[in-house]
């Protein structure tokens, strides 16, 4: 074989095996029905309520995947992060990205998001508050976060008046709900979210590159509504012993990459708040794959294995919360969940 056939051959392999890796990465990470026993199925008096769209006297919450949860009691409305418009990896690779005002419109349509009082926003990356300025405008809604999330509003003209900055420890009253912003910590960093700490400066214009969505500091939310109280934590990081002291009802967790974290990161995030705020339910979030447009009438996809391995991670969840007696619901569609 001559030295050409030889290096020919080489190229063709080596073509072939990054096909064959970017492919095996691209692929989602398990399947969200492998999970069945956990998924939440709304029963035929939540399905009637469902198409009453309010639901009087009855505190639910809607999944739209990664950590954006509208709470409802039906007279008041709070939203926690805002990504509704979940643009494809090649767009957010090769692109900069921007709300898709037109889908905005028609969720604010179909949740009714008229009775929208305020969105919370747990940092400022781009898969938790891209579409934060649009709610703004298009609703007069309170946004309230870091100095970087309002820089987010103020990039989309939402008018000050709108715009809180987050007291962190105080708590805000919106109707029934009262919501406490408790300082966190991000998921350990990436090379693509390589910026945690660092700070949205200016008044961010759309569109924007999503690297330009710095992190701004990370927060968690503790909401009580009557006598229910909810700890809502997007990311998988945590200030040792900052959740001490509470106890609540239902937790939403943020689970991304925590497949991707050594045993001892792992038993430390779940000890730090699972055993630590022993709720009766626990809501993985931060799950699904958001490069993906919200689906409407199926589940949620696993993220690929290019940012997790989402099976594992939701598999540790659910065996430490079980051992725990903790009941996992898994909501893969923006369905009324009631919160009892
Ligand atoms: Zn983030």
Same mark, same amino acid.
């Given at each position: 074989?001559?030295?050409?056939?030889?290096f020919?051959?080489?190229?063709?392999?080596?073509i072939?095996?990054?096909?064959?890796?970017?492919?095996?990465? /691209?692929?989602?990470?398990?399947?969200?029905?492998?999970?069945?026993k956990?998924?939440?199925?709304?029963?035929?008096?939540?399905?009637?309520?469902?198409?009453?769209?309010?639901?009087?006297?009855?505190?639910?919450? @809607?999944?739209?995947?990664?950590?954006?949860?509208?709470?409802?009691?039906?007279? +008041? $409305?709070?939203?926690?992060?805002?990504?509704?418009?979940?643009?494809?990896?090649?767009?957010?690779?090769?692109?900069?990205?921007?709300?898709?005002?037109?889908?905005?419109?028609?969720?604010? $349509?179909?949740?009714?998001?008229?009775? *929208?009082?305020?969105?919370?926003?747990?940092?400022?990356?781009?898969?938790?508050? /891209?579409?934060?300025?649009?709610?703004?405008?298009?609703?007069?809604?309170?946004?309230?976060?870091?100095?970087?999330?309002?820089?987010?509003? @103020?990039?989309?003209?939402?008018?000050?008046?709108?715009?809180?900055?987050?007291?962190?420890? !105080?708590?805000?009253?919106?109707?029934?709900?009262?919501?406490?912003?408790?300082?966190?910590?991000?998921? %350990?960093?990436?090379?693509?979210?390589?910026?945690?700490?660092? =700070?949205i400066?200016?008044? *961010?214009?759309?569109?924007? @590159?999503?690297?330009?969505?710095?992190?701004?500091?990370?927060?968690?939310?503790? =909401?009580?509504?009557?006598?229910?109280?909810?700890?809502?934590?997007?990311?998988t990081?945590?200030?040792?012993?900052?959740?001490?002291?509470?106890?609540?009802?239902?937790?939403?967790?943020?689970?991304?990459?925590?497949?991707?974290q050594?045993?001892?990161?792992?038993?430390?995030?779940?000890?730090?708040?699972?055993? +630590?705020?022993?709720?009766?339910?626990?809501? %993985?979030?931060?799950?699904?794959?958001?490069?993906?447009?919200?689906? *409407?009438?199926?589940? /949620?996809?696993?993220?690929?294995?290019?940012?997790?391995?989402?099976?594992?991670s939701? !598999?540790?969840?659910?065996?430490?919360?079980?051992?725990?007696?903790?009941?996992?619901?898994?909501?893969?569609?923006?369905?009324?969940?009631? =919160?009892?």
């Open positions: 074989m001559n030295l050409k056939k030889i020919t051959i080489s190229i063709t392999v080596i072939f095996l990054i096909i064959a890796v970017v492919t095996f990465l /691209l692929q989602p990470s398990g399947h969200v029905q492998d999970f069945q956990w998924i939440y199925q709304p029963d035929h008096k939540q399905q009637n309520l469902e198409n009453q769209k309010v639901l009087p006297n009855q505190l639910t919450v @809607r999944f739209f995947g990664v950590s954006t949860l509208l709470f409802d009691d039906g007279k +008041t $409305q709070i939203l926690i992060d805002g990504f509704f418009t979940r643009p494809s990896l090649s767009q957010i690779l090769f692109k900069p990205v921007h709300s898709d005002p037109k889908l905005i419109a028609q969720i604010i $349509q179909d949740y009714d998001l008229k009775r *929208l009082n305020a969105v919370f926003t747990s940092h400022s990356h781009y898969d938790h508050a /891209l579409d934060i300025a649009e709610l703004g405008i298009q609703q007069p809604v309170k946004i309230i976060g870091s100095e970087s999330s309002l820089n987010i509003a @103020r990039g989309g003209k939402v008018a000050e008046a709108q715009l809180q900055l987050i007291q962190p420890m !105080q708590s805000m009253q919106f109707g029934e709900f009262k919501v406490t912003s408790i300082p966190s910590q991000h998921t %350990p960093p990436t090379a693509v979210n390589n910026d945690l700490g660092e =700070i400066t200016h008044p *961010l214009q759309q569109p924007a @590159r999503f690297s330009e969505f710095k992190e701004g500091h990370s927060f968690d939310y503790l =909401i009580e509504h009557a006598k229910q109280k909810i700890l809502v934590k997007a990311s990081g945590i200030v040792p012993n900052q959740l001490k002291g509470i106890k609540v009802d239902t937790l939403f967790l943020g689970i991304a990459q925590l497949s991707r050594s045993p001892e990161y792992q038993q430390q995030y779940l000890e730090q708040t699972i055993a +630590t705020v022993k709720p009766k339910v626990v809501i %993985p979030i931060h799950w699904d794959n958001f490069w993906e447009p919200l689906p *409407l009438n199926q589940p /949620l996809d696993f993220l690929p294995y290019v940012a997790d391995n989402t099976s594992k939701m !598999q540790n969840l659910i065996d430490y919360a079980e051992k725990h007696h903790a009941q996992v619901q898994l909501l893969t569609q923006p369905v009324a969940y009631p =919160i009892q």
